[in-house]
């Protein structure tokens, strides 16, 4: 088991550009989450997927974000027309249900960290 | 609101020095309690989940508790590699969003020699 990985590690990119990001979750993990962190802050939810299905989008997510995990394994974050306050560190995380537990254990990658000029 | 506050922002502590991290948690109905280490520049790891309160568990010198208002993480003879931010984050039980963590701002922990 790698665990959740993710790419590029890192991206600079102008204002007005836009930037993908890839994620790899734990190979048996159904639910993929992407999570946004500046700094000093803790990680702030953006959207999460259960397989292919998109379950939930946060206010955070403007029109300018999409996400996709098309065929229920990795999963793409787009950010069009880039901004200066989208600079941050992008988190994936990943989960599955574990039996007999209310809730989920989620595991995170490492993280691309973003910076808009 | 659901909210999650974590005390103090930052800790100082010598090796050997004993201390403990407070998370203090609102929210509407908990479904889970979650620990995590970041060091810079990299993504959280897991440390511990706690699902009521009275729950405790263990790993090596770190011991998380909990309450129905907080969680403490109590850290034993600190050694300088456990130097890190300490993050908490909570689930909802009842309403709202069934997947997403709601995180404190977390506790740096510097542990000098």
């Known amino acids: 088991d790698t665990g959740v990985s993710q790419d590029p590690r890192h991206k600079i990119t102008k204002r007005g550009q836009n930037v993908t990001f890839r994620c790899d979750p734990i190979?048996?993990?159904?639910?993929l989450y992407w999570y946004r962190q500046t700094l000093g802050q803790g990680p702030e939810f953006l959207t999460y997927?259960?397989?292919?299905?998109?379950?939930?989008k946060s206010r955070l997510l403007s029109d300018r974000f999409s996400a996709e995990r098309p065929k229920g394994s990795f999963s793409t974050l787009e950010i069009q027309r880039t901004e200066q306050g989208d600079s941050a560190m992008y988190l994936c995380?990943?989960?599955?249900?574990?039996?007999?537990?209310?809730?989920?254990?989620?595991?995170f990658g490492p993280g691309t960290r973003l910076t808009v000029t | 609101e659901d909210q999650v506050t974590q005390s103090p922002e930052a800790l100082r502590l010598q090796e050997g020095e004993s201390s403990s991290l407070n998370c203090s948690y609102t929210?509407?109905?908990?479904?889970?309690l979650f620990w995590y280490r970041q060091d810079p520049g990299k993504g959280p790891e897991f440390l511990f989940t706690?699902?009521?309160a009275g729950e405790e568990k263990e790993k090596e010198r770190l011991k998380a508790t909990l309450t129905k208002k907080e969680s403490f993480l109590h850290i034993t003879a600190p050694k300088p590699e456990d130097s890190a931010t300490y993050l908490c984050?909570?689930?909802?039980?009842?309403?709202?969003?069934?997947?997403?963590?709601?995180f404190g701002k977390g506790t740096k922990l510097s542990v000098k020699p």
């Open positions: 984050a909570v689930q909802q039980g009842y309403g709202g969003s069934q997947g997403n963590l709601i």
């Open positions: 995380a990943s989960s599955s249900p574990f039996r007999g537990r209310p809730t989920y254990e989620q595991y």
């Open positions: 997927f259960q397989n292919e299905a998109q379950l939930e």
């Open positions: 190979s048996e993990h159904n639910r």
């Open positions: 929210v509407s109905g908990l479904r889970g």
């Open positions: 706690l699902y009521s």
